[in-house]
């Protein structure tokens, strides 16, 4: 299935699956071929094995893109093509991999300990070496030679070609002395040489074509697999949603159907432990649903008719029928599957430096390996000696972990980071987190819970709260205001009788009047001098019983329990708080109060636009500022911040507008987000200071004569193994530390 994003109008955008790739030049090649091509910009993931393109309609098709990519010799399809039930390209390949590797090791090994170990060579053994290393050369390194001989139709070059020339100069070489020098005596014998040896005329290097083949394919088996395992949370993530649903038919009947044959409107039954097929609302029913799967929170979520659920979430205890409001790819777990998918096909800016690198880094270092000969054969007049350190110097150079440095750990980062709830919309905001150093919050629906609770019941003198309370619930029980909700649910928690008034009449902006056990009560705005002293923040309203005031119930937009600890979090981290809100400033400064914000970063009374204005205002002074927020009157200050994070709880809008989305409506989920970008940012780093130091430091031993072709060999394995490794740290990473 394509992948949908947002792309300008007339424009195109598809993936195309790659296959015939080995190294981050081969992907660098395929990239500067597709936009060279009129209208189509590109970019190239080795590590995901894909290519994102944007092209004019009707300018370019997909056909084409497609006969760009095979002209030089690379395999693309779209991702249809390859889902109608035909094998996985990516197992295949793992599994002819597989077969090459144990053809390697079985052959190399023994040629190995025979030409490193003197006791093993009986009369005759380098023979039965070269017999042992010729399926090695050809067969298990076939691929190599395959795509070498490619590029060099194409006058290209890339790492397999570096190899192909290092392995072939090797075999070809021993096989010349076997036939035309004394090294095909029977009784030669050849000194260990795993650190380099000079002046033996006799030397063979089939240990070098048979190890250096077995060491690299070992190499890119493990980063194949690790790779696999890497891109696993986006498949996990797919794969979350239920097969099919229970759909309730006009009769009441039950007709089990495909979960993606659901249309907006279908009724389903979900019974206990089921996956709910897609997003929907509750319409009967009360559950606790277990939201972990999708959001990362481990406490179930409880429901009730009205409530919205999502797509494969599970349901765990009551039945519940639900009703489709988003089917197909308009759900919540569609739309994280395509934001990770795009931010793992993009490229970081410190991504595309290595490619630069990458790219041409291959034909400067065959330049090197021919002076590394040539100066060698020099300086002792034998070829034999000189091809030694230039063998050497071709293995060692290959640019493979500089390739997977950061693909890879954006590869892990993104993928963990939806398993916890949280959404990278792409590589270059992993830059954007390092440098934030102010956090502007968003009140409502971000710090507070966006719903009014009853926070404190004022009885006079004479009068019980809980009656107070029951009073006024009876009387808000007939209005919808948010107010008088927040009055009848503390009635309802503490199991209040519920009573409703008689004769209500709503009085608009004042409150609400009804008669109760034969009194008339009125509900309403307190005036100045009834409210408490201590409520300051709070919307305080009066009840009064035949004109005689008998109490106020104060109610207030409740702060998350986690927001405190999570302004701490991000105090921790280098970030300085701010609350923007367009609440009065008593409530602003009663809020900022209770989560640890200094009163002086409290901007209280703000429009939409002035959000704005004050995201500029702070940009100005020289912050780098991250916003976060939740609804549509934030869309344009989180599009307008360095560093937007969206809560997922929010409106799409205010979604579309971010960098960041946490699925989670909690606040840690920011410092975790801040977190998690700035870690997969440093394992990038770090990945890309090992692949340079490696061949900086490794390409001068080789040309000095101080490494072998062998150690040469493994040490480049190695490197990838490392870069890869390190990158799966990530998939340890903690929320909440």
């Not at 991999?97 to 009369?123: K, Y």
């Not at 096989?175 to 006799?202: C, F, N």
């Not at 190890?211 to 696993?232: N, P, Q, S």
């Not at 008034?501 to 009125?522: N, P």
Request: hydrophobic content about 50%.
């Amino acid at each position: 299935m394509t992948t949908h994003i947002d792309t300008p109008p007339g424009l195109e955008h598809l993936d195309l699956e790659l296959t015939g790739m080995t190294c981050a030049a081969c992907a660098n090649r395929i990239e500067k071929k597709l936009n060279k091509l009129d209208g189509v910009t590109a970019t190239v993931n080795y590590a995901t094995e894909k290519a994102t393109v944007t092209f004019a309609a009707g300018q370019m098709s997909a056909d084409q893109l497609v006969e760009a990519v095979e002209s030089i010799g690379y395999g693309a399809a779209l991702p249809s093509a390859i889902d109608d039930g035909s094998p996985d390209p990516a197992t295949e390949r793992l599994a002819d991999l597989r077969r090459r590797l144990i053809l390697a090791i079985a052959l190399g090994t023994p040629v190995l300990l025979m030409s490193m170990i003197p006791a093993l060579q009986f009369r005759g053994w380098q023979w039965l070496a070269l017999v042992l290393a010729t399926p090695v050369a050809t067969y298990s390194a076939w691929p190599f030679h395959t795509v070498a001989w490619k590029n060099a139709t194409q006058a290209e070059a890339n790492m397999d070609t570096l190899v192909s020339i290092g392995v072939i100069a090797a075999y070809s070489w021993s096989l010349y002395a076997l036939l035309a020098t004394p090294a095909g005596d029977l009784g030669m014998t050849m000194s260990m040489s795993l650190v380099p040896a000079r002046g033996d005329s006799h030397h063979l290097y089939f240990e070098v074509a048979s190890t250096t083949v077995a060491l690299i394919l070992a190499g890119r088996y493990f980063e194949t697999r690790a790779k696999r395992r890497a891109g696993g949370a986006l498949r996990a993530l797919l794969a979350l949603g239920a097969d099919t649903a229970n759909v309730l038919q006009a009769d009441g009947s039950e007709l089990e159907r495909p979960a993606s044959a659901l249309r907006v409107g279908d009724r389903f039954v979900v019974r206990p432990g089921e996956r709910i097929a897609t997003d929907g609302e509750v319409e009967q029913g009360v559950s606790a649903v277990d939201m972990s799967l999708v959001t990362g929170e481990s406490v179930p979520v409880e429901v009730t008719p009205g409530s919205p659920v999502t797509g494969a979430t599970i349901n765990t205890r009551g039945r519940l029928v639900v009703r489709a409001t988003r089917v197909g790819a308009d759900t919540a777990l569609a739309k994280m599957a395509r934001l990770v998918e795009a931010a793992q096909s993009g490229k970081a800016p410190v991504q595309r430096l290595a490619d630069r690198i990458a790219g041409v880094f291959v034909p400067v270092v065959l330049v090197l390996a021919a002076a590394t000969l040539g100066f060698w054969f020099s300086r002792t007049g034998s070829f034999t000696e000189a091809i030694g350190p230039a063998v050497a110097v071709l293995i060692i150079a290959c640019p493979c972990a500089l390739g997977l440095a950061t693909p890879t750990a954006l590869l892990v980062g993104t993928g963990r980071g939806a398993q916890i709830g949280i959404l990278i919309k792409g590589p270059e905001i992993l830059e954007s987190t390092r440098k934030v150093d102010t956090i502007v919050l968003d009140k409502t629906g971000t710090v507070t819970t966006g719903q009014m609770a009853v926070v404190a019941v004022n009885p006079l003198p004479g009068t019980e709260a809980g009656h107070l309370l029951h009073l006024a619930a009876a009387v808000e029980r007939a209005s919808e205001h948010p107010i008088a909700k927040a009055i009848v649910r503390a009635a309802d928690e503490r199991e209040l009788p519920a009573v409703v008034a008689e004769h209500f009449l709503a009085q608009a902006g004042v409150g609400a009047i009804g008669e109760v056990d034969g009194q008339r009560v009125a509900v309403g705005r307190a005036a100045s001098d009834e409210i408490p002293a201590h409520s300051d923040g709070h919307t305080v309203v009066s009840v009064r019983v035949d004109d005689t005031l008998v109490g106020t119930i104060a109610v207030a937009d409740t702060v998350k329990p986690t927001s405190a600890a999570a302004i701490a979090r991000l105090r921790r981290l280098g970030l300085r708080p701010i609350l923007l809100t367009g609440d009065n400033e008593a409530t602003a400064r009663a809020v900022a109060t209770e989560v640890g914000i200094a009163a002086d970063d409290v901007i209280s009374g703000v429009l939409p636009d002035q959000k704005v204005a004050e995201v500029q205002r702070l940009q100005a002074e020289g912050r780098v500022v991250a916003m976060v927020g939740d609804g549509v009157n934030d869309a344009a200050a989180l599009a307008q911040a360095d560093l937007g994070i969206a809560m997922g709880s929010g409106t799409d809008v205010a979604i579309e507008a971010s960098d960041l989305t946490l699925v989670r409506p909690d606040l840690q989920a920011a410092a975790d987000a801040i977190r998690l970008s700035r870690r997969t940012l440093g394992i990038i780093k770090g990945n890309l200071f090992w692949a340079f130091a490696y061949n900086v430091a490794a390409i001068p031993l080789a040309m000095a004569w101080m490494l072998s072709p062998v150690v040469a060999s493994a040490t480049m394995a190695f490197s990838s193994v490392f870069v890869v490794s390190n990158s799966l740290r990530l998939r340890r990473f903690s929320p909440g530390a």
